[in-house]
């Protein structure tokens, strides 16, 4: 005879759309407490099991399954004696369970270090990690857990599971969360929920590939329309859109206009926006056509930030060249090569063209518009291990820099280095850029005028705006030839007041 065993089966349950999520009803066996250590105990037969519960998903359907083990009557007297335990009849029938979405759990490790569990959204409870260091708070996400309704007779507890068990037991004027597997009881603070913009970031970036599969359904209508709804078919947001984009922020287009949704289901803008752009932590969004930056719980940031560009990373080298442009009495392109710390060294070597076609130029600019000097990486290593006395301008193709320069007639052109080195070099990519009003580079376009009129390149082929600001972040202000104004993406597209 086995001294131990295990009763496996499947639970007869009763589903039940309730609160957004599945409910299930056992039938078998009567509560009799759950235990911070122990879980669910139930008695059966004059028998008392420990009761755990398995939920796993099949496709995007929830199988539950369960296991009693058997307990002792000597340890059940033990067991229901601990003050930490919560009888069948102590447990709210009565309790609202939506109370919940507005509630938040925090336990205070110590002064600098705090962890926060709340409803994230209608199907994920959330942990969070806060620390406090140096006037900094440094939050992570823990874990995030989907959960479930188990129903004893009338009455209700939550069952997160999925890499952290939990049980969320309402009794009265007071929530009681008790850790499977632990039998330490925390002391926590019941707080007015407050999602940080660094928490509702942290879940976003972390948890979004699995609730994209899991969670999310976009739910087409007869009219076209679409819906977002859950896995279990409830509506998660109810206004109809054209359609919704699913991603760390949710997208939702109607009629040339977006709604933004954080993943907590919360909507971040007050009217349609024009155009939005993500960034970390914060969005960049038209409304009303005014600019603004809101972070991802949807408030306004009003301090300045630098957006800059992300560069993409340049491959490991060893060696920068550094090229000029100088006037004595000809123009002389020249360039060198130098080390990782801007030195030279004995790998060094100095290289000059004089230049072709500068009839009627004053002066050349590269991109750096102060100063004729432009410094790029390049990786030089494998060449001078060769051959040390090779050119720069045999190493490194110049011909497609592109670089402007002042006419002595006070207008401004553009062209490839090719054309001022090589006699043959086709030109035609700049003949529509001559005679121009003025040249601005800010990366990573050029701002140029001609005939009044602007436009960036090489973002667009035609000079069309009688106005043209620089880009703030994502966007540029511009004005039209005919009054209208609006703003202009770093991809092209207008957005007309």
């Given at each position: ?11 007869l ?16 066996g009567?509560l009799?407490?759950?235990h911070p ?30 296991v009693?083990?058997p307990?002792?009557?000597?340890e059940i007297?033990?067991?229901s004696?601990k ?6 009849n102590?447990?709210?029938?009565s309790?609202d369970?939506?109370?919940i979405?507005k509630?938040?759990?925090?336990y ?5 270090d ?10 994920y409870?959330?942990?969070f990690s806060?620390?406090?260091?140096n006037?900094e ?22 069952y ?24 330490h009881?925390a002391d926590?603070k019941t ?10 970031y ?14 999310f ?11 977002l709804?859950n ?5 998660l947001i109810?206004?109809?859109y054209?359609?919704?984009v ?6 939702c ?16 803008n ?9 960034y970390?932590g914060?969005?960049q ?16 940031i009003?301090?300045?930030i630098?957006?800059g560009?992300?560069?993409?990373d340049a491959?490991e ?10 006037k ?18 004995s790998n ?5 063209i004089?230049?072709?076609n500068?009839?009627g130029?004053?002066e ?6 102060s100063t004729?000097?432009?410094s790029?990486?390049?990786d030089?290593?494998?060449y ?6 090779a050119?720069?301008?045999e ?16 207008t ?7 054309y ?6 086709d030109s ?26 602007y436009?960036?390149f090489p973002?667009?082929?035609?000079f069309?705006?009688?106005?043209l600001?620089?880009f ?11 009054g209208?104004?609006?703003w202009?993406?770093l991809?092209?597209?207008e957005?007309l007041?």
């Amino acid at each position: 005879m086995k001294s131990v065993f295990l009763f496996f089966f499947f639970l007869l349950i009763h589903p039940v759309v309730c609160n957004g999520q599945q409910t299930y009803t056992i039938t078998e066996g009567e509560l009799q407490f759950i235990h911070p250590e122990k879980g669910i105990v139930i008695k059966k037969n004059d028998s008392f099991y420990k009761l755990d519960i398995n939920v796993d998903f099949v496709g995007n359907k929830q199988k539950i399954s369960s296991v009693l083990s058997p307990i002792k009557q000597d340890e059940i007297k033990i067991l229901s004696k601990k003050q930490s335990s919560i009888t069948y009849n102590e447990i709210d029938g009565s309790y609202d369970f939506k109370k919940i979405q507005k509630l938040q759990f925090v336990y205070e490790e110590d002064e600098s270090d705090s962890y926060k569990f709340c409803q994230f959204n209608p199907n994920y409870f959330a942990v969070f990690s806060n620390k406090r260091e140096n006037g900094e708070t440094y939050t992570s996400l823990v874990e995030y857990m989907p959960y479930i309704f188990i129903k004893f007779g009338k009455k209700k507890i939550i069952y997160t599971y999925d890499n952290e068990y939990v049980y969320l037991i309402p009794t009265k004027n007071k929530i009681n969360l008790f850790e499977q597997y632990s039998n330490h009881v925390a002391d926590l603070k019941t707080e007015k929920l407050a999602l940080s913009n660094k928490e509702v970031y942290e879940f976003s970036i972390h948890a979004f590939p699995n609730l994209e599969e899991t969670f999310f359904k976009i739910d087409s209508l007869s009219n076209k329309k679409v819906i977002l709804k859950n896995s279990f078919n409830e509506t998660l947001i109810s206004k109809k859109y054209d359609s919704i984009v699913l991603d760390n922020i949710i997208r939702c287009y109607d009629n040339g206009s977006v709604d933004l949704y954080n993943l907590a289901l919360k909507k971040l803008n007050k009217t349609r926006l024009k155009a939005a752009k993500q960034y970390r932590g914060s969005l960049q969004v038209i409304e009303n056509n005014h600019l603004k930056l809101i972070d991802w719980t949807g408030t306004e940031i009003k301090k300045k930030i630098d957006f800059g560009i992300v560069l993409l990373d340049a491959p490991e080298r060893s060696y920068f060249y550094e090229v000029s442009i100088t006037k004595k009495p000809h123009f002389v392109l020249k360039a060198r090569n130098f080390d990782n710390f801007c030195r030279e060294d004995s790998n060094t070597t100095i290289d000059s063209i004089t230049l072709l076609n500068t009839k009627g130029i004053k002066e050349f600019y590269f991109k750096q518009q102060s100063t004729d000097t432009i410094s790029r990486p390049y990786d030089f290593t494998p060449y001078f291990q060769s051959d040390k006395k090779a050119r720069i301008t045999e190493l490194v193709n110049f011909d497609y820099e592109t670089i402007w320069f002042l006419h002595n007639d006070g207008t401004f052109g553009m062209n490839y280095l090719g054309y001022f080195i090589k006699a043959d070099f086709d030109s035609t990519t700049f003949s529509n850029y001559q005679k121009l009003q003025s040249v601005d580079y800010n990366y990573p376009f050029y701002k140029i005028k001609k005939n009044d009129l602007y436009q960036f390149f090489p973002l667009q082929k035609k000079f069309r705006y009688k106005k043209l600001g620089d880009f703030q972040g994502n966007f540029a202000r511009f004005e039209l030839p005919n009054g209208k104004k609006g703003w202009l993406s770093l991809d092209g597209k207008e957005f007309l007041d």
